[in-house]
């Protein structure tokens, strides 16, 4: 079984967890930029994350043969901080790095004026950079938040194919569904949304468009959330291969609109996923518009 998960801070993460999740399957993963817990002061602080996102992440990531990808963004929550802000300028340069495979997240978090301005903005960039897009979906009044989310989108002119909505549930999977974007879903211990209920939104909505992620951070989170996932998809009755549309092909199609995204083996680790000591850890090819 091969795993690619959309949506995880691997930052937040132990390199523990990088063996386990290689262990369950995974072969590639995106990191979108988002906050650290407790506020940034300066926009030197978004600027060395950045950095840390593209160059050291990617280099842990690779020692334990996976796949390592950033989303670049002014992330909602710190769209309201004065001094967060100026970082929007910053972002072109970061935008056409190797391995960004989309502006994100963005969005909402209090639907506040502030974040309205760091959205639309940002949708532009999007639009000029072409790149996709990971949108927010607020934790608070989440269908009013996700209404909002699509109006700002269509507004914008951004292709909606372009556009991943994220941290959906059942309230609020229809209207985007029918909106023409992707669907985000996050898999976690407590909160947000559970296998279960996931499986049960596959057999009513089907598998296309639809992404699940572990999106495992500082908190209670679970980095294995995909690959429970897909057992639940198979104890259910979903066939291999309908695992392996939700769990990798659905992402490489979304994230391969960038161009930017390399799912070659690492070197080092053969097709098979296993350590080969023969090779070392140096090299890389980019899959332009990736279909695999």
């Given at each position: ?12 993460r ?25 506020p ?13 996102l ?5 280099f842990?990531a ?76 607020p ?23 372009t ?17 023409g ?44 959330k ?57 090299g890389?090819s980019?899959?332009?518009g990736?279909?695999?």
């Amino acid at each position: 079984m091969r795993i690619f998960d959309p949506h995880i801070h691997m930052t937040s993460r132990t390199t523990g967890d990088y063996e386990a999740m290689y262990a369950a399957g995974v072969r590639a993963l995106v990191e979108p930029a988002f906050w650290l817990g407790q506020p940034r002061t300066s926009v030197g602080s978004f600027i060395d994350y950045f950095d840390a996102l593209l160059g050291w992440e990617r280099f842990r990531a690779a020692q334990f043969g996976i796949r390592h990808h950033a989303t670049i963004a002014l992330n909602p929550k710190e769209a309201n901080d004065p001094r967060c802000v100026p970082v929007l300028d910053e972002l072109p340069r970061y935008l056409v790095k190797e391995g960004v495979v989309a502006v994100g997240e963005i969005g909402y978090d209090s639907m506040t004026p502030a974040e309205d301005t760091a959205f639309s903005r940002q949708l532009e960039l999007a639009r000029e950079y072409e790149l996709p897009v990971m949108v927010h979906t607020p934790h608070r009044e989440k269908l009013a938040g996700t209404h909002r989310t699509l109006d700002v989108v269509r507004e914008s002119g951004i292709a909606p194919e372009t556009v991943l909505v994220d941290h959906l549930n059942e309230t609020n999977i229809g209207i985007v569904k029918d909106a023409g974007a992707w669907m985000g879903f996050s898999i976690y211990p407590d909160t947000k949304m559970d296998e279960d209920r996931m499986v049960a939104l596959l057999q009513q909505y089907g598998t296309e468009r639809i992404l699940v992620n572990s999106a495992a951070d500082w908190g209670r989170s679970d980095p294995l959330k995909t690959r429970r996932t897909a057992d639940a998809m198979l104890a259910a009755g979903f066939s291999d291969d309908d695992v392996d549309q939700v769990l990798w092909r659905n992402p490489v199609e979304f994230y391969g609109q960038s161009g930017q995204l390399i799912l070659d083996p690492i070197p080092g680790f053969d097709a098979a996923g296993h350590p080969d000591p023969a090779a070392g850890f140096e090299g890389n090819s980019v899959l332009r518009g990736a279909r695999v």
